[in-house]
């Protein structure tokens, strides 16, 4: 069965700190990955999205992740984080039309 | 120009009761997209419609609840008979085509039954 897996429901860090929120998936055809971020009682907005061409894919407010197909994984980084990061994150792959998302991971930033 | 807009934001209903829930896509987009998400838990699909059709009805529980997206006015999510476990949030997104690989969200409805 296509899944994805996000292996932490919650990552506490410091300010200025790096961060990587880790996304396993399991497909047997071509994926079209994404991560979206959701901020308290709001929808989603996408942060970034790999479709083909370079494994490394840069998103919006300095956030970029890496598809890596042996290891089956699309692990989302930030060099340096900020409060304003403090949200729930998903990562997601494209199935035909429907996006099939993980549990999410719980990013809390503390000064 | 405007993006997804959902409306109610929020709605209460008691047991037994009916829901309405309806998502205007972008301008030009005619794909929509409900997802459900329950607390705690990740978004999960629910119905993938066109004008005046259902494409996948996959994700949709086998009763009470139907998706219509018609003509002319937005796409609506009906819930028949509310039960708690219906409280959750529900998200509609829209696509410009089918196979295109973005889905723009829209703030969602937080449905709540008492």
């Known amino acids: 069965a296509q899944s994805v897996t996000q292996l932490d429901s919650q990552v506490p860090v410091f300010e200025e700190a790096p961060v990587e929120l880790r996304c396993n998936y399991s497909?047997?055809?071509?994926?079209?990955l994404f991560w979206y971020v959701q901020y308290p009682n709001q929808g989603l907005q996408l942060l970034l999205k790999y479709l083909s061409g370079s494994t490394l894919v840069k998103g919006i407010n300095g956030f970029e992740a890496e598809f890596n197909k042996s290891q089956t994984s699309f692990h989302l980084r930030k060099p340096s984080v900020h409060i304003s990061d403090t949200a729930e994150y998903f990562c997601a792959f494209l199935n035909t039309d429907k996006l099939i998302f993980g549990t999410g991971t719980r990013l809390q930033v503390f000064p | 120009n405007a993006g997804v807009m959902q409306n109610p934001r929020h709605l209460v209903r008691r047991r037994g009761q009916e829901a309405r829930l309806r998502c205007s896509p972008m301008?030009?987009?005619?794909?929509v997209y409900w997802y459900r998400q329950l607390p705690e838990e990740g978004l999960k699909f629910m119905v993938y419609?066109?004008?005046?059709?259902?494409?996948?009805e996959s994700g949709m529980p086998k009763e009470r609840f139907s998706a219509e997206f018609p003509k002319e006015g937005p796409s609506i999510l009906r819930i028949q008979q509310v039960v708690r476990g219906d409280s959750a949030a529900y998200f509609c997104?829209?696509?410009?085509?089918?196979?295109?690989?973005?889905?723009?969200f829209g703030p969602g409805t937080r449905l709540t039954v008492t």
């Open positions: 997104a829209s696509s410009l085509a089918s196979g295109s690989h973005e889905q723009y």
């Open positions: 497909s047997s055809v071509s994926v079209y």
């Open positions: 419609l066109q004008k005046e059709n259902i494409i996948d």
């Open positions: 301008k030009g987009h005619s794909h």
